[in-house]
C-alpha cells in the first residue's frame, strides 16, 4: 500500500519503535515524523494520506491538536495513540472528528490492521456503496490496569498524595532510594513521565480512590 505516514510524538524510542513496525506492515508506506504539533504543521511536505497522533504531547496535546490538524490537511484521517486507551478517552477522541484510536500496548498487527483500514476507508470513491462498520477503527479493547505489587501500590498512594520520595521512604520504612526505584518502576508500568500525569492516570484506572 502505497501512503504517506505521519508520526507525531514527543518520545524518540517509541516513534523509532512504531516506525519499524509500520515499515514492516506498510513497505511501500513512506513514514515521516514530528515530536510535537508545532513542528509537524511546519514540516514543507505535501498532506499525508493518515496521521497518527499522540494524545500526550508536549505543549499542544493530541485532543486540543486534532483541530488544528483537520484545518491545516482538510480531509486528512487522524488516528489518535495512548499509552492508556481509556474509554473516555476513546469516546472524545471520536467526538473531535478522529479517524481511529489505538493503544501503545496494541500489538504491531493490530496497529497496522487499524491504519490499513483508515487509509482503505479514506480512498474509497465517493458514493461507494461498500457497507462500511459506524465506527471500524475503534473497535479496540481497552487494556486492563497494570498489575502493580503491594508495595508499589502503597507508594502510588502516597505519591498520588503528593508526598516527597524522602517522606514516603519514611512513612514506609523504606531508603529513598528503594523509593525512587519504586517511583520509576511505576511510572514506567503507567506509561507516564511525571508524578503529575502518574496521578492522573491512576485515578483514570481505578488504582487509587
Known amino acids: 500500500m502505497s501512503a504517506r505516514v505521519l508520526l507525531i510524538d514527543d518520545h524518540a524510542l517509541f516513534r523509532s519503535g512504531l516506525r519499524l513496525v509500520l515499515r514492516e506492515g506498510l513497505p511501500e508506506a513512506e513514514v515521516l515524523e514530528a515530536a510535537s504539533l508545532e513542528q509537524a504543521l511546519h514540516l514543507p511536505i505535501e498532506p499525508p494520506d493518515l496521521v497518527l497522533l499522540d ?3 508536549q505543549g499542544i496535546n493530541g485532543i486540543e491538536g ?3 490538524l483537520h484545518r491545516h490537511w482538510p480531509g486528512v484521517p487522524v488516528v489518535m495513540l495512548s499509552s492508556m486507551a481509556t474509554s473516555d478517552k476513546v469516546q472524545l477522541a471520536s467526538s473531535r472528528g478522529a479517524a481511529g484510536f489505538v493503544s501503545k500496548g496494541d500489538s504491531g498487527d493490530r496497529i497496522i490492521a487499524v491504519v490499513r483500514e483508515v ?3 479514506s480512498a ?3 458514493g461507494s ?3 462500511q462498520p459506524a465506527t471500524p477503527a475503534f473497535a479496540t479493547t481497552v487494556p ?3 498489575r502493580l505489587t503491594p508495595r508499589q501500590c502503597e507508594v502510588l498512594d502516597l505519591l498520588c498524595q503528593g508526598h516527597s520520595n524522602k517522606v514516603i521512604a519514611r512513612r514506609l520504612e523504606l531508603s529513598e532510594y528503594t523509593v525512587r526505584g519504586h ?3 511505576v511510572m514506567g508500568l503507567l506509561g507516564v513521565t511525571s508524578r503529575s500525569q502518574a496521578a492522573f492516570v ?3 484506572a481505578g488504582l487509587i480512590g
Open 183 to 185: 517511583v520509576q518502576a
Open 129 to 131: 456503496e461498500s457497507p
Open 66 to 68: 486534532l483541530g488544528l
Open 119 to 121: 487509509l482503505d476507508a
Open 55 to 57: 494524545i500526550q504531547l
Open 144 to 146: 486492563p490496569p497494570p
Open 124 to 126: 474509497a470513491p465517493a
Open 202 to 204: 491512576a485515578r483514570q
